[in-house]
Structure formats: C-alpha cells, structure tokens
C-alpha cells in the first residue's frame, strides 16, 4: 500500500503564506495525479488543486492567484505553496495521489490519501 507523509500544517496569519508537502512512501510503479483536497467543518471535501501528466494543473476558482502546486518528480513529491491565505482557507488539507504499483507481478492501479494536515487561519 502506498501511504503518504504530509507536512508543513500550521497556523498562520491571514495574508500569510504556507507551504505543504506531500511524500509518497512504499512500492510503486508510476505516479499519475497528484493532488491536494481540504475540509473544513461542517463542510464537503472539495478539490483545492491538481496536476497530472506533465502539463495538466487544475485549481478551484477560490484558490486561483493565490496558490500553486508543484511537483518534484525526482521526489516524487507534491507541493501546495499557499499565499495571501484567508480565514476562509482553514481546514484540514489531505493530499491525494493515484498512480500504478505492482502486486503479485500484476500492474494495479492506487489511490491513495494522506492522513491530513490542518492549516488555520486567523485573522
């Protein structure tokens, strides 16, 4: 199973910025998507931002300008750089990464999450 380390969670000041990261860690084959997804109370998980094969990146419409995801493929490790956070941006922040890992000398495909790192702001 392929499980992921995340970091970089705090408390920060509204017009602050944070940086998460994202590590996998296990046996596999090939990463696809990486990707960032937050929750805050009382509220539905929702898709923050994105990135998949070399071009592809996607960002909710209320993160756009602010934030950035990068990849670091020698790593393998996913980024969210976030900059002028609002109070509207606290919320636990999971990392999702799917991808391919061999199992039995069978390819089968993973979707993995990581355990959440909340990030608060105050204002």
């Known amino acids: 199973q392929v499980q992921l380390v995340e970091s970089g969670g705090g408390l920060v000041e509204a017009g602050g910025s944070l940086r998460l990261s994202c590590v996998p860690s296990g046996s596999y084959q090939s990463i696809s998507n990486m990707g960032w997804h937050r929750q805050a109370p009382g509220k539905q998980r929702e898709l923050v931002a994105a990135?998949?094969?070399?071009?592809?990146?996607h960002y909710a419409d209320s993160v756009k300008g602010r934030f950035t995801i990068s990849r670091d493929n020698a790593k393998n490790t996913t980024y969210l750089q976030m900059n002028r956070v609002e109070a509207g941006d606290t919320a636990v922040y999971y990392c999702?990464?799917?991808?391919?890992?061999?199992?039995?000398?069978?390819?089968?495909?993973?979707?993995?999450w990581g355990q959440g790192t909340q990030v608060t702001v105050s204002s």
């Open positions: 999702n990464v799917k991808g391919k890992q061999f199992k039995q000398g069978r390819l089968f495909a993973f979707d993995s």
């Open positions: 990135t998949a094969g070399t071009s592809f990146i």
